[in-house]
């Protein structure tokens, strides 16, 4: 029953029973890349690289 009923949560429920940190892990790192690409877009004069 509990098989079929995690099959149905999308996967962010699911990582939330495994890993209780991975929402806040996964908010970090989402800010992290933001910050990244909005200094890299300012010194790059405007240009995005693709790495």
């Known amino acids: 029953m509990?098989?079929?009923k995690r099959k149905?949560?999308?996967l962010e429920t699911?990582?939330?029973e495994?890993?209780?940190n991975?929402?806040?892990l996964k908010a970090g790192l989402m800010k992290n890349?933001?910050?990244v690409?909005?200094?890299h877009f300012k010194t790059s004069g405007g240009?995005?690289?693709s790495p």
């Open 2 to 4: 509990s098989g079929i």
């Open 14 to 16: 699911v990582g939330q």
């Open 18 to 20: 495994t890993d209780g």
């Open 33 to 35: 890349v933001k910050q």
């Open 47 to 49: 240009r995005v690289r």
């Open 22 to 24: 991975n929402p806040a």
């Open 8 to 10: 149905g949560k999308p």
């Open 37 to 39: 690409m909005l200094a």
